[in-house]
């Protein structure tokens, strides 16, 4: 099997938390501990295959103690009156069961290695991370808090890209958060996006390569087209490293490469070098809401 | 096979047959007036058969029409026009057109989306799918803009950024991201006039702007019908049922606020008669500039954050009812 689709495959369902207690590892096939798992960053510590995590997994990665979420009763319609096999209602239904996920973002305030930020955490298990109006409003409601609040902000992007069942009022949450990230880094606010697997459409062409840094994850994928798209657009074959962290990284578009253990220390250097003093830093507090 | 074309080849054998007539009436003393109103009669119907309501999909067909007027068609028509190349690091893309122009005398910049006219052109043109170099070329133009004090004015009709491998070697991803930043953050007026296909995110990086006006029979969606029927169904061959349920019309678009507005087109779609269509066109866009151009740059910016800011429907907690909606 080639890499890229067992990786596809790997991907497409990650370790649903059934209460199994071993799960096997979709690329090199090691049986793993779940615990183990777990306690390795969701990385295979066989052959450092990162399964996808979902946001709550990846915010407790990420942030010192508390999370404070914003946005979170900001939920999803019907706009078009979307229905095929199923109506757009029962996807989501199935989908917030499937993620225990109100939408494909998650979005707050905590501390991460001291510093008070805006964090926004996408997740592929809700319609695939694809971006409807609902995880526009929850990110542009983040950076406009962040930029009130004056707070650095970093978002986890994860996205096979707009939201088809959403039609044009999806496609222009790439017009809005743009607008929002923009007012956000004219007030001066540091923005850093973390790109994960897979970063891809609407979501990579707005606000993923509109930070000040980008960071990706290793082996993520990402890119604009998918790559179904442009092997049936050129037919041919690609090559196994396109598209990947790695590959983004030697051609320039990215500023680094990280591997999940180091992503938190990476992000705790990276918001003291961007803000140093300017912010108090607290221990293990979140900034307090007053809204 | 464009849907479009199959159906005005009885009317134009029809149209073919009146102009004979007419010339043969007008040559000999024979009375053809009867014959000739009888087929006129059959013609306006004909034509109402087809085009009284379009389908979604039959308007992407229209969208796509190969003789539907182009950017060029309409820049060709500015009181005067000078093209600017290339995105000064890598190259000149020809699906993108751009430059310094006067709409009826006031000086604008400039820029479209050129698909080809024959098959020729459509292969210097990329079939009107533009690369990353492409999107930086639009994005130095809006800054150009920006700098002189020059309104911009945008022309979409594309089905979508190129989706090859050297574009995503290149960053489309950053490319279009910087469009959009360009758009958001340009201190003069952006008028955009989707003339054609408005294909996903690859229309938006030129259609962010403070006014939006869409032809009638234009389409514009998130993903083009065969994307979206393939990305959601496995199955681009179901394209149809997916134009039907995409809401990518003019009329659609402008009950959700994304289309400011349409302008009307000739009986049988704009190619029928581009001249009228252009000139209309243009009018509505010189309109909107003129109405933009009376405000502060501050103002400008706060209408444009909150034109978009605005966009989506939603619900907030339990409550079945939709907070806000564009």
Redesign the interface.
């Known amino acids: 099997m080639p890499e890229w689709l067992s990786r596809r495959r790997g991907s497409s369902a990650p370790p649903p938390d059934d209460g199994a207690l071993w799960t096997k590892c979709p690329k090199c096939g090691e049986v793993l501990y779940r615990k183990d798992l777990a306690a390795n960053y969701s990385v295979c510590p066989r052959c450092g295959y990162h399964f996808r995590m979902h946001a709550f997994d990846r915010i407790s990665m990420i942030v010192d103690s508390d999370f404070v979420e914003i946005g979170g ?5 019907n ?2 009156g ?3 096999k199923r109506s757009y209602e029962q996807k989501l239904s199935a989908d917030r069961e499937k993620s225990q996920l109100t939408e494909g973002v998650v979005c707050g305030f905590a501390t991460l290695s001291g510093f008070p930020v805006a964090l926004g955490v996408m997740d592929f298990n809700f319609r695939g991370g694809t971006m409807g ?2 995880v ?2 929850r990110l ?1 409601l983040l950076f406009e808090a962040a930029r009130d609040r004056r707070l650095p902000c970093i978002v986890f992007t994860a996205s096979g890209g ?15 958060t ?6 956000m880094r ?1 007030a001066g606010n540091f923005f850093c996006t973390v790109l994960t697997d897979p970063t891809t ?2 979501v ?7 930070a000040d840094v980008i960071v990706a994850e290793a082996r993520a994928v ?4 998918g790559r ?3 092997e049936q ?2 037919r041919q074959k ?1 090559p196994e490293n ?2 990947t962290a790695e590959f ?1 990284l030697e ?3 990215i500023d680094m490469v990280v591997e999940r253990q180091e992503i938190k220390p990476t992000l705790g250097r990276l918001l003291d070098y961007a803000l140093g003093d300017k912010h108090e830093r607290v221990d293990a507090k979140v900034p307090e809401l007053n809204a | 096979m464009n849907l479009i074309v199959e159906r005005e080849k009885g009317l134009l054998e029809l149209e073919k047959r009146i102009h004979e007539l007419r010339a043969m009436s007008a040559n000999q003393p024979i009375d053809l007036s009867s014959e000739i109103r009888a087929l006129e009669a059959k013609y306006a119907e004909i034509q109402r058969d087809i085009f009284g309501s379009m389908s979604a999909w039959q308007k992407v067909h229209m969208a796509r029409h190969p003789s539907r007027p182009t950017s060029l068609d309409y820049i060709s028509q500015l009181t005067a026009f000078d093209e600017l190349h290339g995105d000064r690091q890598f190259r000149d893309d020809p699906a993108i057109i751009g430059g310094f122009g006067k709409l009826f005398g006031r000086r604008i910049i400039a820029i479209g989306q050129q698909r080809g006219r024959d098959t020729k052109e459509n292969l210097l043109r990329n079939f009107g799918m533009v690369t990353p170099e492409g999107y930086r070329k639009v994005a130095r133009l809006i800054e150009l803009g920006a700098h002189l004090a020059l309104p911009v004015v945008t022309f979409v009709d594309t089905k979508g950024a190129d989706p090859g491998i050297a574009s995503e070697e290149r960053a489309q991803s950053e490319a279009i991201a910087s469009c959009l930043m360009a758009l958001v953050d340009a201190r003069v007026p952006v008028v955009s006039a989707i003339i054609g296909e408005g294909g996903s995110g690859g229309a938006l990086a030129l259609a962010l702007a403070d006014y939006v006006v869409m032809l009638e029979h234009s389409t514009y969606s998130v993903a083009s019908p065969e994307g979206c029927a393939a990305i959601l169904w496995g199955d681009a061959g179901k394209a149809e049922e997916a134009a039907a349920r995409l809401k990518l019309t003019s009329e659609d678009l402008r009950g959700f606020g994304i289309v400011d507005e349409i302008v009307p087109e000739p009986i049988g779609g704009a190619h029928r008669d581009p001249a009228t269509l252009i000139e209309r066109t243009l009018r509505v866009v010189d309109a909107a500039l003129a109405r933009l151009s009376g405000e502060s740059v501050e103002e400008l910016l706060e209408a444009r954050y909150r034109k978009y800011r605005r966009i989506g429907a939603w619900q907030s907690d339990t409550m079945n009812a939709v907070t806000a909606r564009a």
Not at chain 1, 162 to 176: F, H, P, S, T
Request: proline share 3%.
């Open positions: 009763s900001v939920l999803p319609g706009p078009l979307w229905s095929d109006t609902v526009g409003e542009t707009a939201r088809m069942e959403e039609g044009m009022l999806a496609l222009m949450q790439m017009a809005k743009t607008a929002a990230v923009a007012r004219n459409g609407g990579s062409a707005s606000f993923a390569f509109e990402i890119g604009f087209a179904r798209v442009i657009t050129i690609l396109f598209q983004l051609k320039g578009h």
